[in-house]
């Protein structure tokens, strides 16, 4: 079946401009991740969905960032004001339910560049 | 503090040599501990997973992974790596009645012809 849809692949902005990131978790998934991962770096939690319990957006790491997830299934994530150092690898991962046990599965990412 | 330690950043290994990529944890119990492989442009996948019982658990692609309680460690081996295998490799651990995944820093694998 379908993976984890991420778009786009790659998005080069300028400093200051908006973005918006998508994630299309896999059917059935309640629960969706959205982490960064910089050069060198590990991936770095943001926030976190499980169906429709309010998120835990305790990783996101400025008042720039935002994310939703509509009808409980595709999420948005949205860097306002782009900073040179939120250049990063975006990566979007679902699982079926919130327990250890069941392992996350990972898009692609979205190679954000901002010049 | 929960952390997890990959203290190689780079290993480089000819192909059909074997292979050995460290990862420590720290933890006050036994965490759930996951191994996952990330090829240049594309997403994580899974490689294997440790929950409990047999300490070596068996993962796709010719890997394993050894559970060692007493030293904290959950090691990815390979005994004859192929040139297909160059990637970076992520540790990771979760602990019960948490969704949240620590990851390591990765260690990026070169594989020499």
């Known amino acids: 079946g379908a993976g984890v849809s991420q778009s786009p692949s790659n998005k080069v902005t300028e400093k200051g401009k908006d973005v918006e990131l998508r994630c299309d978790p896999i059917?059935?998934?309640?629960?969706l991740y959205w982490y960064r991962q910089s050069l060198g770096q590990g991936l770095e939690f943001l926030i976190y969905?499980?169906?429709?319990?309010?998120?835990?957006k305790s990783g996101l790491p400025s008042d720039r960032f935002s994310a939703e997830r509509t009808g409980g299934s595709v999420s948005t994530l949205t860097i306002q004001r782009t900073q040179q150092e939120d250049s990063a690898v975006y990566l979007c991962?679902?699982?079926?339910?919130?327990?250890?046990?069941?392992?996350?599965?990972f898009g692609d990412g979205t190679r954000l560049s901002i010049l | 503090a929960q952390s997890v330690t990959q203290p190689d950043i780079h290993i480089t290994v000819s192909e059909g040599a074997s292979l050995e990529l460290r990862c420590n944890y720290s933890?006050?119990?036994?965490?759930?501990l996951f191994w996952y492989v990330q090829s240049p442009g594309q997403g994580l996948q899974l490689l294997l997973k440790?929950?409990?019982?047999?300490?070596l658990v068996q993962g796709i692609k010719g890997f394993e992974a050894e559970f060692k309680r007493s030293q904290s460690s959950f090691n990815l081996r390979k005994p004859s790596v192929h040139w297909s295998d160059a990637a970076e490799y992520f540790c990771?651990?979760?602990?019960?009645?948490?969704?949240?995944?620590?990851f390591g820093t990765g260690t990026r694998l070169k594989v020499l012809a």
């Open positions: 991962a679902s699982s079926p339910g919130q327990e250890y046990n069941q392992p996350q599965h």
């Open positions: 059917s059935g998934h309640t629960a």
């Open positions: 440790y929950f409990s019982g047999d300490t």
């Open positions: 969905f499980q169906g429709n319990s309010a998120p835990d």
């Open positions: 933890y006050g119990a036994t965490p759930y």
């Open positions: 990771a651990f979760a602990t019960s009645g948490t969704y949240k995944y620590i």
